[in-house]
């Protein structure tokens, strides 16, 4: 039978199959249609333990260096039954899919950093579409070995199985004329005998369908993992030494050293212009805003997301010189590296501009969950830039690439663990006892995770104010009790939280006495 895939076979076929089907099952009665909760982080861990048993009985051994990954994923599955705020869910989702990926990709491989950077986004590339092809092989194999009954467990089952034909006609038979005899006998068999289904055709359908698909992509991944060769380093370096980017990618340069320091050079200047004119706004203070006659709201707004821009564009621009130019060692390296230090400084310059109009602006108008996920953006890219200074002296791309994404993972955990929207919460009714401004609107329009602070601080507003938020938070009441009312698959900590403060402050009947109606 020709084979479909490049991956070696399965010592049990029948194994995997049934492991991705319960999966499958498990994520669509655990998962899908639900709110996110603890069914989450349960079905990872269901998805590690299946993966890790089935390799180890498949006499597969996982990588060692590379666990982390499931460890990680798991961690981020855990803060989906934490948090309520919807982009913390949606990015933690998105982190937990992303390193489930590379857990199956590199389940074999050496360790991940020191792999090739194209060979491993090669990898990964055919790890996603092999993950809905394998499937296929795996099928034909669990086919071709038939049913997982070993001839002498069939051969014992045989008696048995004559036995049930034999009876069931003497079963009926004697069912029926007992039935005859007896009323209450006849109505309790024919309460056995009822066939009643507990779910409507076409919601069994659906269900029936979404268990399958996601059978099928968990068997090609498990398949993947578990059967893909393991993607050796070509020359391991030896320990304490390093794989130099002269050695791994020199038919990558095709720009000269001249051209690149050009480029580098021009921009560094441009830059530098850019920023003496914002000393004076970096260093003079808010006086120096005031005499130059601009508003907090034109300073921060005009420009900043532009800043920004640059910064991530010359991030592109210094890892693509990085790859691609051609530099001797000695006085072209030096320069290289100088030119590119230079616009590293300058771009966190920039970025420090950026993120002080941010908090000007957040002074005037209040916190947000934009401007606080923007602000911890940009945190990240100052990250990134040191991490490409790093990978600059010692060459090491690998150190560039998989630092920023151990960096973009710490950045998100730290979120999740901070809790933004409490302290959103918080900021903005510290700003409100110093200035007397405050959106209470917006505050309640913030998800589970803010109603704990916002509840805590009502004794500290008017009167009106309060009754304000109160009929706001009514709303939000019922909604909540609905989502809590998913039962443990959906149970989510924050909020369980959400809802012990509201009902202890909101009356079961404040949104009718504020002229609306409960969802």
């Not at 981020?76 to 937990?96: K, Q």
């Not at 947000?368 to 010692?394: C, H, I, K, N």
């Not at 004794?459 to 009754?467: C, E, I, R, W």
């Amino acid at each position: 039978m020709p084979r479909l895939s490049m991956y070696a076979s399965f010592r049990s076929p029948w194994r995997v199959v049934l492991g991705a089907l319960l999966l499958g099952a498990l994520a669509d009665q655990l998962v899908i249609g639900r709110w996110p909760g603890l069914a989450v982080p349960l079905w990872v861990l269901l998805a590690l333990v299946a993966l890790f048993a089935l390799g180890r009985a498949e006499h597969v051994a996982a990588t060692p260096a590379n666990t982390w990954l499931g460890a990680a994923a798991l961690l981020f599955a855990s803060f989906v039954a934490l948090r309520a705020t919807p982009a913390l869910v949606f990015l933690d989702v998105v982190a937990v899919l992303g390193l489930l990926v590379l857990l199956v990709a590199f389940y074999r491989s050496h360790a991940l950093a020191r792999l090739p950077l194209l060979a491993a986004l090669g990898r990964v590339c055919r790890t996603c579409v092999f993950s809905l092809v394998e499937p296929i092989q795996l099928a034909q194999q669990a086919l071709a070995l038939g049913l997982p009954l070993r001839g002498g467990l069939l051969r014992r089952m045989f008696p048995f199985l004559r036995g049930l034909l034999i009876a069931a006609p003497l079963l009926l038979c004697f069912g029926w004329l007992l039935s005859a005899a007896d009323a209450t006998f006849s109505a309790y068999l024919s309460r056995i005998f009822t066939l009643t289904l507990p779910l409507q055709f076409d919601t069994l359908v659906w269900h029936s369908f979404a268990a399958v698909v996601l059978a099928w992509v968990c068997a090609g991944a498990l398949a993947v993992a578990i059967c893909t060769p393991p993607l050796a380093v070509a020359h391991p370096p030896a320990e304490g030494e390093t794989q130099r980017l002269d050695q791994q990618g020199a038919g990558l340069r095709f720009l000269g050293w001249v051209e690149s320091i050009t480029v580098l050079g021009l921009v560094d200047a441009l830059f530098a212009a850019f920023m003496l004119v914002q000393a004076g706004y970096l260093f003079g203070g808010l006086d120096t805003l005031q005499r130059s006659e601009m508003t907090y709201a034109d300073y921060a707004r005009r420009g900043f997301a532009e800043l920004v821009v640059v910064a991530c564009m010359s991030l592109w621009l210094l890892w693509a010189s990085y790859m691609v130019s051609h530099r001797a060692p000695g006085r072209q390296r030096m320069l290289f590296d100088g030119a590119c230090v230079v616009m590293v400084v300058l771009l966190i310059g920039m970025l420090c501009s950026a993120f002080q109009r941010m908090l000007l602006y957040e002074q005037a108008y209040g916190f947000t969950e934009l401007r606080l996920y923007t602000q911890s953006f940009m945190v990240w890219l100052g990250a990134l830039l040191v991490l490409f200074v790093v990978a600059l002296v010692r060459e090491q791309p690998r150190a560039f690439v998989w630092g920023g994404l151990a960096s973009a993972l710490v950045v998100l955990a730290v979120l999740n663990l901070a809790n933004p929207e409490q302290l959103i919460v918080r900021a903005n009714l510290q700003r409100y006892h110093d200035i007397g401004k405050l959106d209470h609107y917006y505050l309640t329009r913030l998800s589970a995770d803010a109603y704990p602070a916002l509840v805590d601080a009502l004794p500290t507003l008017p009167s009106d104010t309060q009754g304000e938020i109160m009929c706001e938070l009514a709303l939000h009441r019922g909604h909540l009790a609905d989502m809590v009312a998913d039962g443990w698959r959906g149970w989510n900590l924050a909020r369980s939280r959400g809802l012990a403060a509201l009902e202890a402050v909101v009356p079961p009947g404040e949104a009718a006495r504020c002229g609306w109606e409960l969802p």
